[in-house]
Nanobody
Framework: QLQASGGGLVQAGGSLRLSCATSGRTFSSYAMGWFRQAPGKEREFVAAVSWNGGSTDYADSVKGRFTISRDNAKNTMYLQMNSLKPEDTAVYYC????????????????????WGQGTLVTVSS
């Protein structure tokens, strides 16, 4: 029900845009987010967007370089990644909540009930 795409190999300083297409149910009422897992590391929060796109949040490591957005009419969420660094190399997962919760919970992966399959981003130095 969540399909992530857009990953690939890019040189440091380059850009990629990830997409997360949703289907099968209505996700437009809920917060969504991106997480990533680098080799040998735990999955970590990257960014989140509120149901209408009015609020966004970013991990400090990507703030100023990544932009999260969503288009509910197209049932799609995006992550524009600029100025990529080798340390951004990871499998990126999109996720969606299925309940209306306080925005303060957005960084916890436990609140996200639906997950995409992941898309690999590799940044070469």
């Amino acid at each position: 029900q969540l399909q992530a795409s857009g990953g690939g190999l890019v040189q440091a300083g380059g850009s990629l845009r990830l997409s997360c297409a949703t289907s099968g149910r209505t996700f437009s009422s809920y917060a969504m987010g991106w997480f990533r897992q680098a080799p040998g590391k735990e999955r970590e929060f990257v960014a989140a967007v509120s149901w209408n796109g009015g609020s966004t949040d970013y991990a400090d490591s990507v703030k100023g370089r990544f932009t999260i957005s969503r288009d509910n009419a197209k049932n799609t969420m995006y992550l524009q990644m600029n100025s990529l660094k080798p340390e951004d190399t990871a499998v990126y997962y999109c996720a969606s909540d299925s309940e209306i919760r306080p925005w303060s919970t957005r960084r916890s992966e436990r609140i996200y009930n639906y997950w995409g399959q992941g898309t690999l981003v590799t940044v070469s130095s």
